[in-house]
C-alpha cells in the first residue's frame, strides 16, 4: 500500500517568505508526527496530532511555525517569515495510534521536505 | 537530562556482528525501548523493538539486562548496505509514554569493505 508522502520534496524559498509543506499519512492512521532534522543531527519533534485530540505544539521552536490536520487525513506545516536557521530536512510520520503509555508504536516515515531558506 | 545516551559513532568490517549499546538510566517503568535505522536522505525506519530479556527478528537481536538502564543492538554480519545512524528510544513522558519522541543523534555506523 502507500506510504507517507510529502510535498514538495524540495523547497528553496527567500528570508522572509512564508512556505507551507504538506504530509499525507497512511489511511487509517490517526497519529501524525512533524520533525525537523537540521544537517548531520537528529531529529528535532515539532508537533503530533491525535485523532481529533487537540494538538501537543510544545515542540514548535517559534510563533511562526504552526500545523494543521484535516480530521486523520493530510497535515500541512506553516513557516512564515523563513529564517535561514530554518533550513533544513522536515520530515512527517505517521502510526496507527499514539500507543498506550510505555508503548511505541512504530512509526512510517515520509521521504521529508528539504527547506532551504537563502 | 538526555533520555538515552549512544556512541555518535562506530566503524565496522564487512561480514562482522556489530553491537551498539545504549544507556537510558532513567527509563520508566513501563517503557518498551525501541530502535530505528535512518539511511542518508531517508527518513528512519522501525528496526525492533523490546521490554526485557532478548527480542530478535529478521534484521536484528535487541538485548536487554534485567535492570533495563542499557540495552544492546545487535546487528549479525554486517554489509556495506547496513551503513546507516542507528537511534535508540526510550519514552519521553514523566510516566513513559512515547508522545513527543525525540530521537537525538543517534550512532553513525559506518561498514568497512
Known amino acids: 500500500g502507500a506510504g507517507v508522502s510529502q510535498s514538495p520534496s524540495n523547497k528553496v524559498t527567500e528570508k522572509g517568505k512564508d512556505v507551507e509543506l504538506r504530509c499525507d499519512p497512511i489511511s487509517g492512521h490517526t497519529a501524525l508526527y512533524w520533525y525537523r532534522q537540521r544537517l548531520g543531527q537528529g531529529l528535532e519533534f515539532l508537533i503530533y496530532f491525535q485523532g481529533n485530540s487537540a494538538p501537543d505544539k510544545s515542540g514548535l521552536p517559534s510563533d511562526r511555525f504552526s500545523a494543521e490536520r484535516t480530521g486523520e487525513s493530510v497535515s500541512t506545516l506553516t513557516i512564515q517569515r523563513t529564517q535561514q536557521e530554518d533550513s533544513a530536512v522536515y520530515l512527517c510520520?505517521?502510526?496507527?495510534?499514539?500507543?498506550?503509555?510505555?508503548?511505541?508504536?512504530?512509526?512510517?516515515f515520509g521521504p521529508g521536505t528539504r527547506l532551504t531558506v537563502l | 537530562l538526555a533520555k538515552t545516551t549512544q556512541p555518535i559513532s562506530m566503524d565496522s568490517y564487512e561480514g562482522q556482528e556489530v553491537n551498539i549499546t545504549c544507556s537510558h538510566n532513567n527509563i520508566a517503568t513501563n517503557d518498551y525501548i525501541t530502535w530505528y535505522q535512518q539511511f542518508p536522505s531517508q527518513g528512519p525506519r522501525f528496526i525492533i523493538q523490546g521490554y526485557k530479556t532478548k527480542v530478535t527478528n529478521e534484521v536484528a537481536s535487541l538485548f536487554i539486562p534485567a535492570d533495563r538502564k542499557s540495552s544492546t543492538l545487535s546487528l549479525p554480519r554486517v554489509s556495506l548496505s547496513d551503513t546507516a545512524v542507528y537511534y535508540c528510544l526510550v519514552g519521553d513522558g514523566p510516566s513513559g509514554g512515547y508522545q513527543k519522541v525525540t530521537f537525538g543523534t543517534g550512532t553513525k555506523l559506518q561498514v568497512i569493505p
Open positions: 510520520a505517521s502510526s496507527l495510534t499514539l500507543g498506550l503509555a510505555g508503548v511505541h508504536n512504530e512509526q512510517f
